[in-house]
């Protein structure tokens, strides 16, 4: 499946990846509404932090409306009409990867569309295929059932 993945070593905190990501999905330049977030590291030395998506679906299972799912090519996606606003995947993802912003309803998350790889300019984001690893239990029920 399909990943948006990261070598941290060579950011140099740009933020031209937000930007293009918010442009890309709200058609805006604010990088409060992008899917990838960057921060500054945390000792001198140290690169900067790169928080996204690795589509591993853990919170599938934790939305209560089944809004969260993951699709044909492995990504996984919110169905915004299915989605109430609860916020239950923004809390529980892991990498804390799920993002919210006030002026909408539904969180939002990457779906390694790969449009801020273009812009990177030290390419320290790439897409990569990888095996999928399914961490969520729907997807190993899905799994299952599909032998
Ligand atoms: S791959 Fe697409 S959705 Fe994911 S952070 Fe980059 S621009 Fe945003
Ligand atoms: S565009 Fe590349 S160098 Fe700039 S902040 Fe994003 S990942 Fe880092």
């Not at 948006?4 to 604010?30: N, Q, S, Y």
């Not at 998350?109 to 449009?115: M, R």
Request: glycine share 6%; net charge neutral; charged share 25%.
């Amino acid at each position: 499946m399909k990943i948006l993945a990261t070598r941290p070593e060579r950011c140099t905190g740009c933020g031209a990846c937000e930007i293009e990501c918010a442009r890309t999905w709200f058609k805006v330049d604010d990088k409060e509404k992008s899917r990838i977030r960057i921060f500054p590291p945390a000792k001198e030395g140290q690169p900067f932090r790169i928080v996204v998506c690795n589509q591993n679906g853990a919170c599938i299972d934790v939305c209560p409306t089944v809004a969260l799912k993951r699709a044909k090519n492995g990504v996984v996606q919110l169905n915004k009409s299915l989605c109430v606003g609860c916020l239950s995947c923004v809390g529980f993802c892991p990498n804390q990867a799920m993002f919210y912003h006030p002026d909408y309803t539904e969180p939002f998350k990457c779906v390694a569309c790969g449009k801020c790889v273009d812009v990177c300019p030290e390419e320290a984001l790439y897409i990569a295929e990888v095996a999928e690893t399914p961490a969520s239990v729907t997807d190993i029920w899905l799994q299952k059932e599909a032998v």
